[in-house]
């Protein structure tokens, strides 16, 4: 399908967060490439700290790099022009086309975004040039009536495109029909009429329970439902925001002596937390997200993760006994890993001399590894490929794999510890470069590198290490990636909802 120089466009809305934006964006991604059919993704403003950084260094929302995956084409920074990363104290991290710019009060965004809106048009008529369909996002709710006059994200963009609308509706949380009927009868008359249709999401039941209501639904606002999507648990699909954590802690058929118990600190501003998506996956693996010094219990592994305000985070864990926790269970034996932020708690020394993160020049780490961290004002976003550096502990049998992963953080950290990774490949440039630390026993292991566990040869030899320490077995053969799991997405979608509606209302022909 050649697109004539303007690509078509699709745009997904929500009643709420969380109704279903990205899950509904993601399937149709898959389901037009399946179609044959070059696509793209699009969100115009993301509010998220799980990010991903492209090929040439530019840092934007993970859900957008999730999305593109599903379209099988590589992430660019016009998917996804503007990112928020919040900081907390209503201020967020501005980043503007893969580069950090700015932070900014909530105020202080709110009278920046118009003037941004120039950015988000070039961006999206640069996808429409180059594809043949775009798949646009929404975010929260397009009727946020207190906030409709500078909004960029909702109907702002679908007037801009003339973009045919999708509604997307969360039944489960109750009032699905009244969200949805509010919705239309907020919007103005000319957003109104563009939108097509409305998806109900996470149904449990019969779905011709709610034809009655479809029928009201249709009198009331003219649009017709496509269809009903069950609530499902079996398919895994990265999150966008930690909100995703209530609902996929993983579970386990077996008792807890013969699983791998693993805790990840889940901290305020927990940040790139689909690094443990694949353990969710992995059978007798239990992953916990804990968030009180009493849900620790006694883990095989326990994981800092990323955090986009390391240093408050790390006053969290003192205040809250988790830190010491952690501590004491790592000097009783208990093995721990730190990702990003959490690689910068476990050294000796955060120094922060131009208050880049915080208003102290220097803060205590949790002292167990021999490391200081100096921030600094240039961010850090790289992909990169590398392999293992050590054969010891945690990384046993693993030495000279060959990973891959991705880098996004501010300040560098140093140290005597030997490095366990060393990084061949940094955005397309040959390097050699140790990563991280590892102490003597292998048992305390800190990198930058995110995306660690998406590598399956070292993440299986990980867990086998723990197992053999906790003297149990795990089932051999590999676990599904994540391109089945979008093509499960795909299939479930197309058989609850009715496609070639869709593709008449985007008008486009397979």
């Not at 929404?138 to 006059?149: Q, R, T, V």
């Not at 969360?170 to 097509?196: N, Q, W, Y």
Request: aromatic residues 6%.
């Amino acid at each position: 399908m050649s697109n004539n120089g303007k690509g078509k466009v699709l745009m997904v809305q929500g009643t709420t967060s969380h109704a279903g934006k990205s899950l509904m964006a993601t399937a149709l991604c898959r389901i037009f490439a399946q179609d044959g059919l070059r696509v793209a993704p699009f969100k115009a403003q993301n509010m998220s700290l799980n990010s991903f950084v492209t090929p040439d260094g530019g840092e934007f929302g993970r859900a957008q790099a999730v999305q593109a995956e599903a379209a099988r084409v590589a992430p660019t920074v016009e998917m996804n022009p503007i990112l928020l990363k919040p900081e907390g104290n209503r201020k967020s991290q501005v980043v503007v086309m893969g580069k950090p710019t700015r932070v900014a009060s909530a105020r202080e965004y709110y009278d920046m975004k118009l003037r941004l809106w120039p950015l988000v048009t070039r961006a999206l008529d640069t996808l429409r040039a180059q594809y043949d369909i775009v798949v646009i996002e929404g975010a929260g709710s397009p009727a946020e009536i207190n906030l409709k006059e500078h909004e960029i994200v909702n109907m702002r963009v679908a007037r801009y495109a003339n973009a045919p609308v999708i509604i997307v509706g969360d039944i489960d949380r109750g009032g699905v029909f009244a969200s949805l009927v509010g919705t239309m009868a907020l919007l103005e008359p000319e957003e109104r009429v563009l939108v097509k249709s409305f998806v109900i999401n996470k149904f449990r039941g019969d779905p011709s329970l709610l034809d009655s209501g479809f029928e009201v639904l249709r009198q009331r606002t003219g649009v017709g439902v496509a269809g009903v999507i069950p609530w499902f648990d079996d398919i895994h699909i990265p999150e966008e925001d930690s909100l995703g954590l209530n609902f996929y802690n993983s579970h386990t058929h077996f008792g807890e002596d013969e699983s791998l118990d693993i805790a990840v600190v889940r901290l305020p501003r927990i940040a790139n937390f689909d690094d443990f998506d694949p353990l969710l996956r992995e059978p007798r693996v239990l992953l916990r997200y804990i968030s009180a010094k009493e849900q620790i219990g006694e883990p095989d592994l326990i994981v800092l993760p990323g955090s986009k305000t390391t240093v408050a985070d790390l006053q969290w864990m003192r205040e809250s006994g988790i830190a010491a926790e952690v501590k004491r269970l790592r000097h009783l034996g208990t093995p721990l890993i730190g990702i990003c932020g959490g690689y910068q708690m476990l050294g000796e020394r955060i120094l922060d001399p131009n208050c880049i993160e915080s208003t102290a020049p220097e803060t205590r780490g949790l002292g167990l590894l021999p490391l200081a961290t100096t921030f600094a004002a240039t961010k850090t976003t790289h992909q990169v490929r590398g392999k293992v550096a050590s054969s010891k502990g945690l990384l046993a049998g693993c030495e000279s794999e060959v990973i891959t992963g991705y880098e996004i953080h501010m300040g560098q950290t140093y140290g005597e510890s030997r490095a366990p990774f060393l990084i061949t490949e940094r955005s397309g440039s040959t390097i050699d470069s140790p990563d991280g630390a590892i102490d003597a026993d292998g048992l305390t292991l800190g990198t930058y590198m995110h995306g660690l566990f998406h590598n399956h040869s070292l993440r299986h030899a990980l867990l086998t290490n723990l197992a053999r320490r906790k003297g149990i077995s795990l089932p051999e053969g590999a676990i599904p990636d994540l391109d089945a799991e979008y093509d499960k997405l795909a299939q479930l979608v197309r058989q609850s909802v009715d496609i070639d509606a869709i593709h008449e209302m985007a008008g486009i022909r397979v």
